[in-house]
T-cell receptor, first 111, second 111 residues
Framework: NAGVTQTPKFQVLKTGQSMTLQCAQD?????MYWYRQDPGMGLRLIYY???????DKGEVPNGYNVSRLNKREFSLRLESAAPSQTSVYFC??????????FGDGTRLSIL | RKEVEQDPGPFNVPEGATVAFNCTYS??????FFWYRQDCRKEPKLLMS???SGNEDGRFTAQLNRASQYISLLIRDSKLSDSATYLC????????????FGGGTRLMVKP
């Protein structure tokens, strides 16, 4: 049982490049989330999907887009990467009233 | 005021010590409560849920005081391996099925 799987684990981009971070969960959870975490700081919510077919902005959505492809998959896209988007990105999923399960993160550096 | 507030620490304690962390939350409608543990450069992992009557899991004891909107975590007989950041997490019946994460309390257990 893999839980929450994120790909890639590491990525280096040049400013202006685009890329998509992939996330999939096999726990049949309704809700999925994307966070970023910068050194020494807490988690900040970028976007979330409370259920299949819905997506909403979190605390720091600018520069990102998301797609809830199906119940299992929730992707995060950077259309034009900026150095300020260098961070560790975590995907998570949960069911109502239950704790959240995290993927092991994508470490993204933008030069 | 942050929705979930924690003392960032660090708490530096010797092996074998007992240490307690506190957390306050602002939303009185919150319904679910958790403690997560995050190791350096890793994803947050669920340590334990927190129940109204208080609960214990080995060396870890969690307490909830709804009247004061206060959650605590007690670690007895600290081990070197307990060194990590501990996140206080609160959830409610919000549209996004979201959990709100505190900024974390860093614990360093020394030999």
């Amino acid at each position: 049982n893999a839980g929450v799987t994120q790909t890639p684990k590491f990525q280096v981009l040049k400013t202006g490049q685009s890329m998509t971070l992939q996330c999939a969960q096999d726990m049949n959870h309704n809700s999925m989330y994307w966070y970023r975490q910068d050194p020494g700081m807490g988690l900040r919510l970028i976007y979330y999907s409370a259920s299949e077919g819905t997506t909403d902005k979190g605390e720091v959505p600018n520069g990102y887009n998301v797609s809830r492809l199906n119940k299992r998959e929730f992707s995060l896209r950077l259309e034009s990467a900026a150095p300020s988007q260098t961070s560790v990105y975590f995907c998570a999923s949960k069911e109502w009233g239950q704790p959240q399960h995290f993927g092991d993160g994508t470490r993204l550096s933008i030069l | 005021r942050k929705e979930v507030e924690q003392d960032p620490g660090p708490f530096n304690v010797p092996e074998g010590a007992t240490v307690a962390f506190n957390c306050t939350y602002s939303n009185s409608a919150s319904q679910s409560f958790f403690w997560y543990r995050q190791d350096c450069r890793k994803e947050p992992k669920l340590l334990m849920s927190v129940y109204s009557s208080g609960n214990e899991d080995g060396r870890f004891t969690a307490q909830l005081n709804r009247a004061s909107q206060y959650i605590s975590l007690l670690i007895r007989d600290s081990k070197l391996s307990d060194s990590a950041t501990y996140l206080c997490v609160v959830g409610g019946f919000n549209a996004g099925n979201m959990l709100t994460f505190g900024g974390g309390t860093r614990l360093m257990v020394k030999p």
